[in-house]
């Protein structure tokens, strides 16, 4: 199966399962991580609390933890949620928003680590923070290209055996092994709060239909650079960007995210 057929098959299976996703993510994300698993095929539910997090867990089909607006409340939330997984051995991904920022952050990263996340969704500079210990980045921004970013991500991906999978002006996704790359979306993206994170709870989405960490993180990429793509093309700005990229990722086919995903 090639490359193009395995992203359909992903995607395929996402909008014949409908997966029910558990998200632990922040404030700011809620509303459009939620609207853009519904609008990908997926159901959402946010649930923090570490007096149902484990619960849910346990009878969600995908689990996505990200670090957005920590507070020792949540992290006990993720970690009663992520032991859950681990004894369902069920996918979850882990989205480390603004690791470098302060000892706090890395130090929870650090300890959801160790609970084996099967992939790992940020940007450049949080990704060669993780990998290299060297912070980076401006709070949730990245100031690392992606070529940068390449070598340290199979370094990581080796060390912790997730797929790690890097967003930006050119998405990157590996095992360690194998290397592919996304291409498309706008350039006003980035001025969308939240918008990464809404990726990780996608991504989420397609592990838990498949198997194939490193494909099926392809596909969550390849759906919003298409989106990204069509919805810039007749927007004014990331207000109307932000609507319509919602809108663009509902009307996704299979065939649209053919070519999308290479290997160089």
Known sequence: MNIDESVARVYHDLQAQNPLVHCITNYVSMDIAANMLNAAGASPAMVHDTHEAEEFASIASGLMINIGTPSPPWVDGMHAAVRAAADREMAWVLDPVAVGATTYRQGIVADLLEHRPAVIRGNASEIVTIATAVTSGRGVDSDTGIDQAVSAAGDLARRTGATVAITGSSDVVTDGEHVLYVEGGD????????????????????????????????????????????????SPGPGTLRWRLIDEIAKLTADDLAGRVTRR
């Open 187 to 234: 350039p006003a993206m980035p001025l969308i709060t939240a918008l990464g994170c809404s990726v990780s709870a996608v991504t989420a989405a397609c592990c838990a239909v498949s198997d194939d960490r490193v494909h099926a993180s392809a596909a969550a990429l390849a759906m919003f650079a298409v989106a990204g793509q069509r919805a810039g093309a007749d």
